[in-house]
């Protein structure tokens, strides 16, 4: 994921976040888990999906407003 300026953010300001796939899929994001087993980081997606962080590379995200 490109994350510009800031390298460092609040977790929360990820729920939802509009993030974009490389090849135009848009999804919410509902929450964040963390695998502690295998060390990974997982996105939790609107519909029940979940992908890692670090599969995130070319996607691109879309901060929701403020708390």
């Known amino acids: ?3 510009s300026s800031n390298n460092s953010f609040d977790i ?3 729920k939802g976040a509009l ?7 848009e999804f919410y994001i509902n929450g964040v888990s963390v695998d ?9 997606l609107e519909g ?8 995130l590379k ?6 929701q407003g403020g708390t």
């Open 58 to 63: 070319d996607w691109s995200i879309q901060f």
């Open 19 to 25: 993030v974009t796939n490389p090849k135009g899929g």
């Open 12 to 14: 929360n300001v990820l």
């Open 1 to 3: 994921m490109k994350i």
């Open 48 to 55: 029940g999906g979940s992908v890692e962080w670090s599969t």
């Open 36 to 44: 502690i087993a295998n060390h990974e980081i997982c996105i939790e």
